[in-house]
């Protein structure tokens, strides 16, 4: 390579930082306008949704014939359905109930909020649902789908027997903690009622990406069948993943069976191979979880009991619950666009 030709290659170099730098700048403010646009948005309808409670009564349809008003005035704007402006009015009623949805609610877009109000009822748990949407970027029908799995119960409620609190230090071991939930839902529901443990986890690598959704926000794909060596011995890991917010590998074992005690002694194995053999200095402890068809409280904890390295353990159940539409958009990520039009419903009748 001649003199030139290092300084085209440095040239390109020093441009692609510079674009990337560029690109970030844009993103940004992409999101920065997004948030801007839907905080407005659902002050606006905050406003509708109060004078429609103020106006509408039995049987004036009030909400139809605004509804129909706002077309003519507004052909170029959607989210004047009779069906949405109801929904406004819901939302303005329930910001009344609660003091802290108006500001939490401006951090989502209108059509999450409408999924949340009206299947979630309990304050605390809206709440919640907004909090992760936000934090992990759930498109609409990724939110359904949590909605729909009570992911909520699983995560917060769960049985989820670990020993995070005595082998982490905090606040790892809150995170540790709060990363589980019991049971994990997987959708392999083409499996036979018999199958193996090397068929789930098969099905689970062929449909990695559902699989992390459920996982929960921070996993990264490593590998299955992890080779490790221990004195010149072969051993090989189930299922490897790497957590960006914990810092740390997740190793998981499958077990297609009740749980059993032995099954701790093996992950323990993995994960003093994994700190000893993988794990840098920049990484947090390992940590382990075991996927098991049922499991028994206290055969949980005693085994646990003395064990020195972190160990969660959960159930799982398969499920044909994820819709098609959830896969076909993963990877996730938040459409920066208002999704907010439902569907139009021009011979609803008004309250």
């Not at 004078?51 to 349809?61: D, Q």
């Not at 819709?323 to 990520?333: H, N, Q, S, V």
Request: some cysteine; charged content about 30%; glycine content about 4%.
């Amino acid at each position: 390579m001649d003199k030139n030709e290092i300084i085209e290659n440095n040239n390109q170099e020093e441009f692609k930082k510079i674009f990337n730098n560029i690109k970030d700048e844009i993103l940004n403010a992409q999101y920065d306008i997004f948030k801007g646009a839907n905080a407005r948005t659902l002050s606006l309808y905050y406003t509708i949704g109060k004078i429609i409670n103020e106006n509408a009564k039995w049987g004036n349809k009030f909400v139809k014939n605004l509804s129909i008003s706002l077309k003519i005035d507004f052909p170029n704007m959607t989210g004047f359905s009779i069906t949405n402006l109801k929904y406004m009015r819901t939302y303005y009623l329930e910001c009344q109930k609660d003091n802290k949805l108006k500001e939490l609610s401006a951090k989502i877009p209108w059509s999450h909020n409408t999924i949340i109000l009206s299947k979630i009822k309990d304050e605390v748990q809206r709440q919640w649902y907004i909090e992760q949407t936000e934090l992990n970027g759930w498109a609409y029908d990724v939110l359904a789908f949590q909605i729909k799995s009570d992911l909520y119960t699983r995560q917060v409620f769960g049985d989820k027997p670990n020993n995070f609190k005595r082998t982490l230090k905090s606040p790892q071991s809150e995170l540790a903690r709060d990363m589980m939930k019991d049971p994990y839902i997987l959708d392999l529901s083409y499996l036979r009622e018999n199958y193996i443990e090397k068929e789930l986890e098969n099905a689970m690598v062929e449909r990695i990406k559902n699989v992390l959704l459920e996982l929960g926000n921070g996993f990264s794909f490593v590998g299955n069948q992890y080779r490790i060596e221990v004195d010149g011995d072969e051993y090989f890991i189930d299922m490897l993943f790497y957590h960006t917010k914990l810092h740390c590998y997740i190793v998981v074992e499958l077990k297609n069976t009740q749980y059993k005690p032995e099954y701790a002694g093996k992950l323990n194995f993995y994960l003093s191979a994994v700190d000893d053999l993988i794990k840098t200095e920049n990484d947090n402890p390992s940590i382990g979880i075991i996927l098991c068809r049922e499991k028994k409280k206290f055969s949980v904890e005693y085994s646990l009991k003395d064990i020195n390295k972190p160990i969660g353990v959960s159930s799982y159940e398969i499920s044909n619950i994820l819709p098609k539409e959830i896969m076909d958009a993963l990877p996730t990520e938040e459409d920066l666009n208002l999704h907010i039009d439902i569907i139009e419903d021009e011979n609803e009748e008004d309250n």
